[in-house]
């Protein structure tokens, strides 16, 4: 059984299961829904004028978008001004990324910087994880509370502003070459309490500056306070990644391997790619090559890769019927795959289990 509920390979997929998204979950009590995106290029055109978004999650909720891999996942269009945006999350709540970049093509690393371009703007109780955030000017216009955590943020001028209470853990924020680089231009609204927290980022100065906080008062300044609103929000605990499948092995006809501790399911790779996902502890096996699985947390991220199996011969699905046709077939009983034959089951390495 798969466990995403849309697996999608390019911009048309993606707008497809987005438009489904939207009237699924079109409110905070929608369950969550996962889109997971393949390695790949979602490249999307140009639009011109105000409040234009290429992806817009505005009226979304309860939604995880998770990449094969940050630097496999390029989601990119063009647009330009502050108002419009490659990607927009307005005020749809409960929205979860994860390892995909979302670049501005407007004038990114262009030797001629044109103005401003939005790769990411909105969001409330929004979480990233290992996302790249790519333009010059105002690159990520924040919305209310988010989080964000091992993430890269480039830009050159202001490229962090907006409004909300956010929290940035351990963030890499990348300058674009350019002098007077400016990071964030926070909005100082009474209405957030506490504004732009940044944490172990990098980089950091070397300069000598006079702190405004007193050293109590900068204590106070941690992820529960700032995101925890009137709800206890505990953003830090959606981005805890499963460990790495142990045990990993294959019998020529499946691949096994041991549960993992919280797993919403688990994701297998067949040389380096996507090949499956399921909920099982095993994966049936189509073509020889190097196999690897990685565990999924509840929202969907991927953990660590299992240690690699390397599959040369796979039994060819006539071996198998004419198995079936002798009574013998395998099955997965209490998470582990065994062999039911007319003289009992066994496990996959041959052990009689009753």
């Given at each position: 059984m798969s466990c995403y509920d849309y697996v999608v390979s390019n911009a048309d997929e993606l707008d497809a299961a987005i438009a489904n998204l939207k009237s699924s979950n079109n409110s905070d009590s929608a369950p969550r829904r996962t889109v997971f995106l393949k390695n790949g290029a979602y490249t999307y055109g140009t639009l011109e004028g105000t409040y234009q978004h290429n992806i817009s999650l505005a009226k979304v909720y309860n939604v995880s978008l998770i990449g094969e891999s940050k630097d496999g996942v390029i989601v990119s269009g063009t647009t330009d001004g502050i108002t419009s945006s490659t990607i927009d999350l307005g005020d749809g709540t409960g929205n979860y990324l994860q390892d995909i970049t979302i670049r501005n093509n407007y004038d990114f690393r262009a030797e001629q910087l044109k103005g401003v371009s939005v790769a990411l703007t909105g969001g409330n109780k929004t979480i990233m994880k290992n996302v790249a955030l790519q333009a010059s000017q105002d690159t990520y216009v924040t919305g209310k509370r988010t989080y964000l955590e091992d993430c890269d943020i480039y830009g050159t001028t202001d490229f962090i502003c907006g409004g909300g209470d956010i929290y940035f853990e351990r963030c890499n924020l990348i300058l674009g070459n350019k002098s007077g680089n400016v990071i964030s231009a926070p909005s100082t609204s009474p209405d957030n309490k506490w504004?732009?927290?940044?944490?172990?980022?990098?980089?950091?100065?070397?300069?000598?500056?006079?702190?405004?906080?007193?050293?109590?008062?900068?204590?106070?300044?941690?992820?529960?306070?700032?995101?925890?609103?009137?709800?206890?929000?505990?953003?830090?605990?959606?981005?805890k990644q499963c460990a790495a499948p142990a045990d990993a092995a294959a019998d020529g006809a499946a691949l096994q391997w041991a549960a993992v501790e919280n797993a919403l399911c688990y994701v297998v790779f067949k040389d380096g790619e996507y090949a499956g996902n399921t909920t099982a502890t095993s994966f049936n096996l189509s073509a020889a090559g190097t196999?690897?699985?990685?565990?999924?947390?509840?929202?969907?991220?991927?953990?660590?890769?299992?240690?690699?199996?390397?599959?040369?011969?796979?039994?060819?699905?006539?071996?198998?019927?004419?198995?079936?046709e002798r009574g013998v077939y395998k099955k997965t009983q209490n998470g582990q795959l065994v062999i039911v034959s007319p003289q009992g089951v066994f496990s996959a390495s041959g052990s009689r289990l009753k």
């Open positions: 504004g732009y927290v940044f944490r172990k980022n990098s980089p950091t100065s070397t300069n000598s500056y006079k702190p405004v906080l007193t050293e109590d008062e900068a204590q106070r300044f941690t992820l529960r306070n700032v995101l925890g609103g009137t709800d206890s929000w505990d953003a830090a605990t959606f981005t196999y690897s699985v990685r565990a999924a947390n509840a929202m969907g991220g991927m953990g660590e890769p299992s240690a690699p199996v390397e599959v040369k011969t796979v039994t060819s699905v006539s071996t198998v019927s004419s198995c079936e």
